[in-house]
């Protein structure tokens, strides 16, 4: 019988997660009382260095039942690196990690289960419609979902970090040593036969997000550079276009002075556009380049991607 651990990371999550687990709790118990999985299958907290009380809730719900623990990280780390925490130290032959929030539908477990009870080794929970989410979020995250592909990131369209990892399939994941991880990138990567499983996704049952707009940002940037040289090649195509349209430039500039006979009028127009426009693109492209450089200086490091601070 299948051993699941549920991982659910949380960062300054006190308002929602006494709710979310009596929710997964109940779920669990319904699990194993219909023989789903075995009776050693738990419930993981991972606490993100929250500054609220989300420790001491933890602390309390591994108190009184067995089937719940904690693992507290020694600061924040990010929500991929408490991800990683958590598959990294738990023990189970499925691994399923959810948000402490259950936007996502816990209920789409049992599907994921039976799925990997047919032999599959990654199951992803991938959102049917994104109606609870904002407008901007709802646009902003398809957008970048088709530009991942468009650049060549093999992504599953609107699923998140709602998945399910066999055992296999996380020791395969153990073998990427780097140290900027997008979990929704890798996985895929990962091969091993896969499967989706569809759900709805709700409203936060209370709390706020704790992906303001920075973090989404850097996640965004962080998910494009990892996986893909798109950007620096497009700077050289760039440099590219801007040299042949100004040797073209050059060439009428002369045929205006030598054939055409009139004099090139001196214009501040014609000056100080193209000096802000090539002065900006310059500006781009280092900061492009200078993303890439960041994250080998980052990867040259070999930090730790989380510190374990205690577990209960
Ligand atoms: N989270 C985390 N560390 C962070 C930020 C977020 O562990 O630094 C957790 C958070 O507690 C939640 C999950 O990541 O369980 C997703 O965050 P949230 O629901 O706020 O993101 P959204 O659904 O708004 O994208
Ligand atoms: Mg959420």
Not at 220 to 227: I, K, L, M, Y
Not at 303 to 311: A, G, Q, S, W
Request: glycine share 10%.
């Amino acid at each position: 019988m299948t051993r699941l651990a549920i991982i659910v990371p949380c960062y300054n999550e006190e308002e929602v997660l006494p709710g979310a687990a009596q929710r997964l709790r109940a779920l669990l118990l319904d699990l194993k009382l219909h023989g789903e999985v075995s009776e050693g299958s738990s419930v993981y907290f991972v606490d993100d260095g929250s500054s609220d009380r989300t420790w001491n809730i933890i602390e309390g719900l591994a108190r009184d039942d067995p089937s719940s623990h904690g693992i507290k990280l020694s600061r924040n780390c990010g929500h991929q690196n408490a991800l990683l925490a958590g598959l990294f130290s738990v023990p189970g032959d499925a691994v399923v990690s959810i948000d402490a929030d259950l936007q996502d539908d816990p209920d789409a477990i049992r599907e994921m289960l039976a799925a990997h009870r047919g032999g599959v080794q990654v199951v992803y929970g991938v959102r049917r419609r994104r109606e609870a989410d904002t407008a901007f979020k709802r646009i902003s995250a398809e957008t970048y979902y088709r530009l991942l592909a468009r650049l060549g990131v093999q992504i599953v369209f609107n699923h998140a970090d709602y998945r399910l990892l066999s055992r296999r399939a996380i020791d395969a994941l153990a073998q990427y040593g780097e140290r900027n991880i997008v979990l929704r990138g890798i996985v895929p990567q990962l091969g091993f036969n896969s499967a989706v499983v569809y759900y709805d996704r709700v409203a936060r049952t209370a709390g706020v997000t704790k992906y303001p707009f920075r973090k989404m940002l850097a996640l965004a940037v962080e998910g494009v550079t990892s996986f893909s040289a798109a950007p620096l090649r497009a700077i050289t195509a760039l440099g590219l276009c801007v040299s042949v349209l100004s040797f073209a430039g050059g060439l009428w500039a002369l045929w205006a002075r030598f054939v055409h006979g009139e004099g090139v009028v001196p214009g501040w127009a014609s000056t100080m556009v193209p000096l802000f426009f090539l002065g900006g693109i310059q500006l781009l492209s280092l900061g492009v380049i200078g993303e890439y450089v960041a994250k080998i200086y980052m990867e040259s490091k070999g930090r730790p991607r989380y510190i374990i601070d205690r577990k209960v």
